[in-house]
T-cell receptor, first 111, second 114 residues
Framework: AQSVAQPEDQVNVAEGNPLTVKCTYS??????LFWYVQYPNRGLQFLLK??????LVKGSYGFEAEFNKSQTSFHLKKPSALVSDSALYFCAAYNFNKFYFGSGTKLNVKP | SAVISQKPSRDICQRGTSLTIQCQVDSQVTMMFWYRQQPGQSLTLIAT?????????ESGFVIDKFPISRPNLTFSTLTVSNMSPEDSSIYLCSVGDRFQETQYFGPGTRLLVL
C-alpha cells in the first residue's frame, strides 16, 4: 500500500534553534513530494515541493527540505525556528494522479 | 496559486440533518477535490469532481452520503447527508495547478454534529 509516514506526532524546539520535521514515503515510481502547513483554524498552505533535480528544495518562510532517494525521505528543515512557525505540518506524495498525506506533525516553537 | 473560498466556515448541526458546503475558486479549473480531516488525523480524499461529469468517489465514500455538484469550472458543492456525530470533521476543498502537480486548499469548513 502506498503511504507517507511522519514518525513524530510532535516536535518541540526553542526559538532560534534549527528544526527538522521528518517524513518518509512508500509510494511507487518517482513521486512528487510536498510539504504543507496548517495554522489553527486555517486550511493547508503549500510550502514547497520536490519534483526532480537538486535534492535540497527551498520554499516559503525560510523552510527547506532535503530529498534522499535511498532513504525515501523528505525531511523539512529550517535553520532558525520562529515562534510563528508553530503549526501542523503535513508531508505528501503525489503519483498517478493521487495525493497521499502523512498524519501530520505538530511543531511547537517556544520562546 | 488559486484563491479558494468555502462557505460556511463552520457550523453546528443536529443529527439526521444535511449540510451543503460551497467551494468557489477564482479561476477556472478542471478538477476539484473534496477532503475530510477528522480530529487529530490526516486528510482523506472523499471524491474528485470534474465539471460536466459525475464525481469519482474513493473507497469508503458513497454518493448518497456525500453528493457533489460541479455546475461550472469555478464552483462545487459537497453535501453531508443524514449527519451523525461521526461526520464531525473539517471538510476541505482543493484544486490542482495547471499540471495537477500541486494542490491548493480552501480554508476548510468545520462541522460539528450533535
Amino acid at each position: 500500500a502506498q503511504s507517507v509516514a511522519q514518525p513524530e506526532d510532535q516536535v518541540n524546539v526553542a526559538e532560534g534553534n534549527p528544526l527538522t520535521v521528518k517524513c518518509t514515503y512508500s509510494v511507487s515510481g518517482n513521486p512528487y513530494l510536498f510539504w504543507y502547513v496548517q495554522y489553527p483554524n486555517r486550511g493547508l498552505q503549500f510550502l514547497l515541493k520536490y519534483i526532480t533535480g537538486d535534492n535540497l528544495v527551498k520554499g516559503s518562510y525560510g523552510f527547506e527540505a532535503e530529498f534522499n532517494k535511498s532513504q525515501t525521505s523528505f525531511h523539512l528543515k529550517k535553520p532558525s525556528a520562529l515562534v510563528s512557525d508553530s503549526a501542523l505540518y503535513f508531508c505528501a506524495a503525489y503519483n498517478f494522479n493521487k495525493f497521499y498525506f502523512g498524519s501530520g506533525t505538530k511543531l511547537n516553537v517556544k520562546p | 496559486s488559486a484563491v479558494i473560498s468555502q462557505k460556511p466556515s463552520r457550523d453546528i448541526c443536529q443529527r439526521g440533518t444535511s449540510l451543503t458546503i460551497q467551494c468557489q475558486v477564482d479561476s477556472q479549473v478542471t478538477m476539484m477535490f473534496w477532503y475530510r480531516q477528522q480530529p487529530g488525523q490526516s486528510l482523506t480524499l472523499i471524491a474528485t469532481a470534474n465539471q460536466g461529469s459525475e464525481a469519482t468517489y474513493e473507497s469508503g465514500f458513497v454518493i448518497d452520503k456525500f453528493p457533489i455538484s460541479r455546475p461550472n469550472l469555478t464552483f462545487s458543492t459537497l453535501t453531508v447527508s443524514n449527519m451523525s456525530p461521526e461526520d464531525s470533521s473539517i471538510y476541505l476543498c482543493s484544486v490542482g495547478d495547471r499540471f495537477q502537480e500541486t494542490q491548493y486548499f480552501g480554508p476548510g469548513t468545520r462541522l460539528l454534529v450533535l
